[in-house]
């Protein structure tokens, strides 16, 4: 059983920075595919950045402005926002795929996914 919990979320104005980690607890986490999801009110949960060993996926609204990387020692899964957008306001979730292979790559899907954190709210003002 994996359990995730993530951390760092908050309120901040456009333009500002925030780092979401995820925390990881039990299972092989070096060998799964990670992502972060996100959430707004009455729309998809839609996959914001994607990682599997090396390979890292990125929506193309995020790209050059958020940055997912993983420890695999701690354990940790982090994004790192910069350039927020009030666009980017919705609740962050930290996925585990614990089959995913390197033909799947790390644009992880929601069905795929395996474990789920409980979420962090992320609120960005204009």
């Known amino acids: 059983q994996v359990q995730l919990v993530e951390s760092g979320g908050g309120l901040v104005q456009a333009g500002g920075s925030l780092r979401l980690s995820c925390a990881a607890s039990g299972g092989a986490f070096s060998r799964y595919g990670m992502g972060w999801f996100r959430q707004a009110p009455g729309k998809e949960r839609e996959l914001v950045a994607g990682?599997?060993?090396?390979?890292?996926y990125y929506r193309d609204s995020v790209k050059g402005r958020f940055s997912i990387s993983r420890d695999n020692a701690k354990m940790t899964l982090l994004l790192q926002m910069n350039s927020l957008k009030p666009e980017d306001t919705a609740v962050y979730y930290c996925?585990?795929?614990?089959?995913?292979?390197?033909?799947?790559?790390?644009?992880?899907?929601?069905?795929?996914?395996?474990?789920w954190g409980q979420g962090t709210q992320v609120t960005v003002s204009s």
């Open positions: 996925a585990a795929d614990v089959d995913r292979n390197s033909y799947s790559g790390p644009r992880l899907e929601s069905y795929e996914v395996d474990y």
């Open positions: 990682i599997l060993w090396s390979m890292i």
